[in-house]
């Protein structure tokens, strides 16, 4: 488990786009998430309710993740939930994950939401484990092939 104090989100800014857009899961995990740079030109596209950050350990870019807010939506998964999860390949295993989600939550909280969402494929090579571990559970519900998962924010801490 990594030491906490040294992890941080950053926004994405004209000196750290390219190293994101390298950043990359294993080959095996290709089909779970998409590129970042992908999820960073739909960033671009929803500037208004897109929340990508970057995740450092120190020096070290070692994910990117990204939230989406936007309460009025007619569809539940884009009222608060996490888009996109990325932990480069070679620094997965070390509590980056589950240190992005957190921060996700805490923002949700900051803007005063009450639950979250995320989806994902299922399967066993994919993170449906990771979700479950972290406290989400499957709603239900199937979207575009992904299962729905849900957690409520109240109790959870900072
Ligand atoms: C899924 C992913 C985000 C997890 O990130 P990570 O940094 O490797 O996970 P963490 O080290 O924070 O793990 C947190 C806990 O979940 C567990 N965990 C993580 N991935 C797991 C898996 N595939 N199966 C079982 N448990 C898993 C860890 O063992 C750890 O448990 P612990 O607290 O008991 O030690 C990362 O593997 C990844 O980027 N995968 C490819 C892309 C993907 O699937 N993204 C999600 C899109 S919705």
Known sequence: MTSTSSLRLEKITPDNVAAACRLDVRPDQQDLVAPVAWSL???YANPETAWPRL????????????????????????????????????HQGRGYGRFAVAAVL?????????????????????????????????????VH?????????????D
């Open 41 to 43: 030109a739909e960033a």
């Open 55 to 90: 995740v450092f350990d120190g020096d070290a870019l070692v994910g990117f993740v990204m939230a989406g807010f936007d309460p009025q939506s007619p569809v539940e998964v884009f009222r608060c939930g996490i888009w996109r999860l990325n932990i480069a390949a070679d």
């Open 106 to 142: 805490a923002e949700a909280r900051r803007r005063g939401q009450s639950r979250a969402t995320v989806s994902w494929v299922p399967g066993d090579h994919g993170p449906e484990k990771f979700y479950l571990k972290l406290g989400f559970r499957p709603t239900g519900e199937v």
């Open 145 to 157: 092939g992904e299962v729905v998962g849900a957690i409520l924010l109240s109790g959870l801490q």
